[in-house]
């Protein structure tokens, strides 16, 4: 029988998880500088964490099973609920702002392509009881320091405000659940479903083109003024407008101005309610958008008070995706700095204590476990990066030593077995 992963899913081997380990390390420290702290959820909900709102599209791609007490449950598609829950179990008497970031695996049912996995993992965050638009401007300023701390290079940030459509759509009437509806189908960017669907829930023609109009608006600042005209006679919807100019000019004091202003972003999740963002890199493809958040209300859906949440999440995989196509190599750590070789199988033993000895002090040590000659134990030890190997024979024992080996140079010398860890140390840190 050969054993298959389910579709989908991916396994990580050593350099893999090396560099993921070094981009996720870099990451989370830029979260960390900006007050962040990390949270973590179980890996299942209940059900009803994510069919409540995050929208038609999520609940189709959940992974959902009841388990042996017949309860519903389902494997995370994404974190914002979760932390939602967190914040109305745990946090609601805590200080304002609340700012949690988050890195783990997201379950979605979806057809498999490149960049598109049924596991997959999000570095996230949730700033809960902040202001608009000072938050999202924080918040956005801290997605795109991320992207230049690890050197990643031709992003773009599109930033929208979902208050200006659904102004359009709340002056027509139109029920929330038909707006969700609206927006599922603006965020596939399909302009002929959309059509349909604006005649189907019977919305004025004037107003159904000028959804229409701005959903294939994008640019610079500039184009604000030209929105403006546009929905001049949209009260609310020129509210949201004026909220996206208020955190361009915001944007600027955060030392940003590298956006465009993109009123088709409609995001896949229902929650969202005013700014909202998505980080695109073309050289990706179909799956271009390498992070997406803004601000929600999912609280108060829960039944919690009114507080304002902005939120954004990396997806970990594509980022990685993109590191790799633009050839950046993190740098990663060989597997060794030492080895540790028994030149004779009498003195395995006395090996074994000296690696003790050396790991102890944190250095990656490595001790001969399958009784290999000394030829073959120093080709091994080349292959695993090992700089040094640490010479164990019976004669140098006798006199209270052990030889040491650079690898890089071939020299050798004898050092006495007690200061051997901190010769060791010293030697790498002189590399460095
Ligand atoms: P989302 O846009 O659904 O937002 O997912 C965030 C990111 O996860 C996407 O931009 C994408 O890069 C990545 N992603 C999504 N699905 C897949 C997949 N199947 N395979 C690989 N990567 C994927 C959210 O999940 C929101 N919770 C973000 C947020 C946080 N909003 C507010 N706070």
């Known amino acids: 029988m050969e054993l298959q992963k389910p579709r989908g899913t991916r396994d990580f081997l050593f350099e893999e998880m090396k560099e993921r380990k070094f981009v996720e390390k870099t990451m989370k420290k830029v979260f960390e500088t900006y007050g962040y702290q990390e949270i973590k959820t179980p890996i299942f909900e209940d059900l009803s964490l994510f069919t409540l709102k995050s929208g038609e599209g999520i609940i189709e791609e959940i992974y959902h099973f009841q388990d042996k007490g017949g309860r519903d449950l389902a494997l995370r598609p994404e974190l914002t609920a979760p932390v939602a829950r967190i914040y109305l179990n745990q946090l609601q008497k ?3 702002p609340i700012k949690m970031y988050y890195f783990g695996s997201c379950f979605r049912y979806e057809r498999p392509q490149a960049g598109r996995f049924r596991q997959f993992w999000q570095l996230g965050c949730e700033l809960i009881g902040g202001k608009s638009p000072d938050c999202e401007a924080e918040i956005i300023a801290l997605a795109s320091h991320c992207l230049e701390e690890l050197k990643l290079e031709d992003y773009q940030i599109h930033l929208g405000n979902l208050g200006i459509l659904r102004g359009i759509l709340n002056q027509e009437g139109v029920s929330n659940h038909q707006q969700d509806q609206i927006m599922a189908i603006v965020d596939k960017g399909d302009v002929l479903e959309l059509k349909k669907l604006l005649k189907e829930f019977k919305i004025d023609e004037k107003s159904g083109n000028i959804l229409l109009e701005l959903i294939g608006m994008h640019g610079h600042r500039e184009i604000i003024d030209d929105v403006k005209k546009i929905i001049a ?21 955060f030392g940003f101005r590298d956006y465009l202003v993109n009123l088709g972003i409609a995001r896949g999740l229902d929650y969202y309610t005013g700014c909202v963002f998505e980080i695109y890199v073309e050289g990706l493809g179909a799956q271009k958008q390498i992070s997406g958040g ?16 902005t939120g954004f999440a990396f997806g970990f995989d ?48 490595d001790v001969e476990l399958v009784g290999r000659k000394l030829k073959k134990i120093l080709s091994f ?44 140390i010293q030697r790498i840190n002189s590399l460095k």
Do not use: C
């Open 294 to 309: 803004g601000t929600y209300n999912l609280i108060e859906v829960f039944g919690g008070e009114k507080v304002e949440s």
């Open 318 to 365: 594509r980022v990685m995706e993109v590191l790799k196509i633009q050839k950046t190599k993190p740098p990663i750590k060989s597997r060794l700095e030492v080895f540790v070789a028994p030149i004779s199988p009498e003195t395995k033993l006395n090996a074994f204590e000296i690696a003790q000895q050396i790991r102890k002090k944190g250095i990656r040590t």
């Open 233 to 253: 006679d949209y009260p609310s919807a020129l509210e949201s407008l004026e909220e996206l100019e208020k955190l361009l000019t915001m944007l600027e004091s």
């Open 94 to 96: 805590s200080p304002k």
């Open 381 to 424: 030890a080349d292959n695993s990066g090992a700089r040094f190997v640490v010479l164990v024979g019976a004669r140098d024992l006798k006199n209270g030593e052990i030889t040491l080996k650079d690898m890089r140079s071939g020299n050798q010398e004898q050092i006495p077995i007690e200061t051997i860890a901190d010769v060791l």
